[in-house]
């Protein structure tokens, strides 16, 4: 029997494609269907060696005919994307081969923040104020509709792009300006969305949000995995995940129905997705819904054992049935992320790692930024490194990464502004708990892992 061929769609994502190409192996060959794009661009030697490599043109619906005709040739007998910015591609190519996955509607739900929120609210599954702005004069209308507080954030964006918490109008007024006039090489945005703040629930050293991982196969969704989160970095950039989150039964049970509901009204039919949902003292209210697999999660299957993330998004593209075995229960997995300093800066030193590195529970000090490397300064959410590891309960996860973070320092250059190099503990990047921080209430709605 021939092994089916799995068509990629690949671009900056979740999964970094030496991981997709080898852990999609055991199910089938993978054809790497690339995007032009910076990252890829850098990428193309490995990329080509790596898989064979369809490229892919989207300038029009002819160059994107001219690129399924070459797909095509490959056969594939599913196709799929780990990479939240192309799941308008990825569409556009499975409608053109025959191949299950989200229509062009369903993407356009899945990507568009004010649309979303929209069906959501018509469809009675979560009620979240919100209006769009595309001009700085949209900003009274918008403000005098949703209220203070409110999140201002990017139509379309990942990773809490240009994602601000916005407590008093000449705040938002002079945000909204900046963002909607500065050119997109400048931080500028194309439209911005007002949204309710939604106020959480106390979760001591736990972040007061969720997400929800799902597999949607023929419309029916099924859930592999609920992973907890670390408080945010101020305004709203993500530090960590684990699993399992450190919810009660009931919680659990709301949560899930929430995703599921969420799901269903934006019509998912094939393919996974990563919900994302606020704990309030009115119960789970609605982050967004994202169409592919969230981040971490492919580092957090591998760690885990017994459910490869990665793998299950195939055999979903595929029309496979789906496993029974999902995510263990009987201890804690964990990606504690050290957050890029807000300021930025260069790095220029690192020290604790070997010892971090022999902390019991501690499987692996990834690196993101190597000393030498220029931090950009922004809101959005970076990566000095990541714990990766595992421990009996949620308690024994928490205590050696106390430890870590006492022990790891980081060292920055200085700068015309500020002369004197500088040196942080990793304690000192990431909030004690929700409600810590330069905002005084930084946890809430935000996107994009």
């Known amino acids: ?73 490959h056969r594939p007998d599913a196709v799929l994307t780990y990479s939240e910015r192309r799941l308008g591609t990825t569409a556009e190519l499975a409608a053109r081969l025959g191949l299950p996955f989200h229509d062009a509607r369903t993407v356009r739900l899945l ?17 979240v104020r919100c209006r769009l702005l595309r001009t700085p004069g949209d900003w009274a209308p918008a403000l005098a509709a949703v209220g203070l507080p409110a999140v201002l954030k990017p139509l379309r964006g990942e990773g809490s792009r240009s994602t601000h918490l916005v407590r008093d109008t000449a705040t938002g007024a002079a945000l909204a300006t900046r963002l909607l006039t500065a050119p997109a090489s400048a931080g500028g945005e194309e439209a911005l969305v007002l949204e309710e703040y939604l106020e959480g ?13 799902s597999a949607v196969l023929d419309g029916r969704v099924t859930h592999w995995a609920t ?23 009931a919680e659990r049970d709301a949560v899930l129905t929430l995703a599921a509901d969420a799901v269903r009204a934006l019509g ?42 990665v793998l299950l998004a195939a055999e979903v593209a595929l029309g496979r049935p789906l496993p029974t075995t999902w995510v263990p229960d009987d201890r804690v997995t964990y990606a504690r992320a050290l ?40 809101v959005a959410t970076g990566e000095l490194a990541v714990l990766w590891g595992t421990a009996d309960a949620h308690d024994a996860m928490l205590a050696v990464l106390d430890r870590a973070l006492d022990t790891l320092t980081y060292t920055f250059a200085g700068t015309p502004g500020t002369p004197e190099e500088r040196t942080v503990r990793a304690r000192d990047l990431v909030p004690a708990g929700p409600g810590q921080g330069a905002d005084p209430a930084p946890t809430d709605v935000r996107k994009a892992s």
């Open 1 to 73: 029997m021939p092994r089916p061929v799995i068509a990629v769609v690949y671009d900056f994502g979740s999964v970094a494609p030496a991981d997709i190409v080898d852990r999609l192996e055991p199910l089938g060959d993978v054809v790497l269907t690339v995007c032009p794009s910076r990252h890829t661009e850098e990428l193309a030697p490995l990329l080509a060696d790596l898989a064979p490599v369809v490229p892919v043109h989207e300038a029009d619906a002819h160059t994107l005919d001219a690129s399924a005709e070459l797909l095509r040739e």
């Open 227 to 249: 992973t907890g989160k670390f408080p945010l970095a101020p305004p709203f950039r993500e530090v960590g995940h684990f699993w399992p989150a450190p919810v009660t039964g």
């Open 339 to 378: 957050p890029t300093p807000a300021e930025g800066g260069l790095l220029t030193g690192v020290r604790g790692v070997g010892e971090v590195r022999g902390l019991p529970g501690v499987d692996t000090y990834e690196t993101r930024v190597q000393p030498g490397r220029t931090v950009e300064p922004g």
């Open 201 to 213: 629930v106390g979760a001591g050293p736990f972040g007061d949000h969720v997400s929800v991982e």
């Open 268 to 309: 998912v039919r094939t393919g996974i997705t990563h919900t994302e949902v606020k704990l309030t003292p009115d119960g789970p209210r609605l982050i967004e819904v994202n169409g592919r697999l969230g981040g971490f999660q492919a580092g957090l299957g591998r760690l885990a054992g017994g459910l490869d993330p």
């Open 111 to 127: 990507t568009d923040k004010y649309e979303q929120r929209r069906r959501l609210r018509e469809r009675g599954v979560d009620p």
